[in-house]
């Protein structure tokens, strides 16, 4: 009998049992399985008889396979004869498990909550307008970076006391290819206006999400906001390492757990979790997706990226971090335009 039960926190909660035959009927793949994985003294791998595999490994692990089997084909049939808008990873528990037994599961899943969109398109008209700043380049910012560049060609005399160079065409010569003095400034200038024209582009776009993000009042699931604490983690990891620190003298040096952190990111990684959904659902009112010619570039590019750095990737997960990113593009750029 299966048991469908909505919970608060957009997510429901499937009770169920897999008949016998159903269940049992997974017990060759899933030796099978077993077998590819485990080295047995005196047979090649894979070809070991089922007794000496049993004695390896046990009955409950073949009976845990054969539940993972069971599971992965039942799980898909619940969720499309019910309609159920499942989204990230399911927890699952085994209730009852036992040979030439049905199997007795619970499964928990975040599921798609159904988001009211507020008008988005006159908040993003309106953010604009209000928010919107004028892009200019100050003198100093241009005096500051060329003093660097100063520095950074400067020489010692007797005294070992810093001589700047003049600051001339010739000087300018010995950056790059420029003709002249001008010719710098003018480049150092039309890089920090492009660079600022990117940052405000980013945060127009955080500030219009996030105006529209406060007309949406769905409770996020928990399990999506527990996902995305994990994503941040790894992040906020990475980053350590690239800074040549290592996780655990950080964590003393802050004074906290990986614990205390997830639970101090439970307010962000919620807000994160709606900006995708909400971002999701404004894609699929205005129809938008990411076409293969899209897809095809995007795809080329980052893998060739990554083979410059000696590194492969994963087709598949690639494909759908492009696809969101490609919808998100062109969903901040409906919004722009208002």
């Known amino acids: 009998m299966l048991e469908i039960k909505l919970l608060p926190t957009s997510e429901v909660e499937i009770s169920g049992e897999i008949p016998s035959g159903d269940f049992m009927s997974g017990r060759s793949r899933a030796l099978k399985e077993l077998a590819d994985n485990i080295e047995i003294d005196g047979f090649r791998k894979g070809k070991a008889p089922e007794n000496i595999l049993l004695q390896k490994v046990g009955m409950d692990a073949l009976l845990e396979k054969m539940a993972v089997i069971a599971l992965e084909k039942e799980y898909v049939k619940i969720i499309e004869s019910q309609k159920i808008k499942a989204i990230g990873r399911p927890e699952i528990t085994i209730t009852k498990m036992a040979e030439n037994n049905p199997l007795g599961y619970k499964i928990k899943t975040a599921v ?41 060609r400067a020489s010692k005399n007797d005294k070992r006391e810093e001589i700047l160079p003049e600051l001339n065409d010739d000087f300018a010569k010995t950056l790059g290819k420029f003709e002249n003095l001008e010719a710098l400034k003018k480049t150092i200038k039309e890089n920090l206006l492009a660079e600022k024209k990117v940052k405000e582009k980013e945060r127009m776009r955080m500030e219009i999400l996030e105006k529209i993000t406060e007309k949406v009042e769905e409770v996020m699931p928990k399990l999506l906001v527990e996902a995305e604490k994990g994503k941040m983690m790894e992040e906020m990891k990475m980053n350590i390492l690239q800074m040549g620190l290592k996780w655990e003298d950080y964590l003393a040096h802050i004074k906290k757990t990986e614990e205390e952190l997830r639970k101090d990111w439970e307010k962000d990684a919620e807000k994160r979790v709606k900006h995708g959904l909400i971002l999701e659902e404004i894609a699929a009112k205005e129809k938008l997706e990411a076409t293969p010619e899209e897809l095809e570039k995007e795809t080329k590019a980052i893998t060739e990226y990554y083979k410059g750095l000696g590194k492969e990737i994963d087709p598949q997960r690639t494909r759908d971090y492009l696809v969101g990113v490609i919808k998100n593009e062109k969903v901040f750029k409906i919004l722009e335009s208002q």
């Open 112 to 152: 798609l909550p159904d988001i009211t969109l507020p008008d988005y398109k006159s908040i993003a008209a309106k953010t604009i307008k209000e928010t919107k700043k004028e892009i200019i380049v100050e003198d100093k910012e241009m005096e500051d970076i060329i003093e660097r560049l100063r520095k950074s």
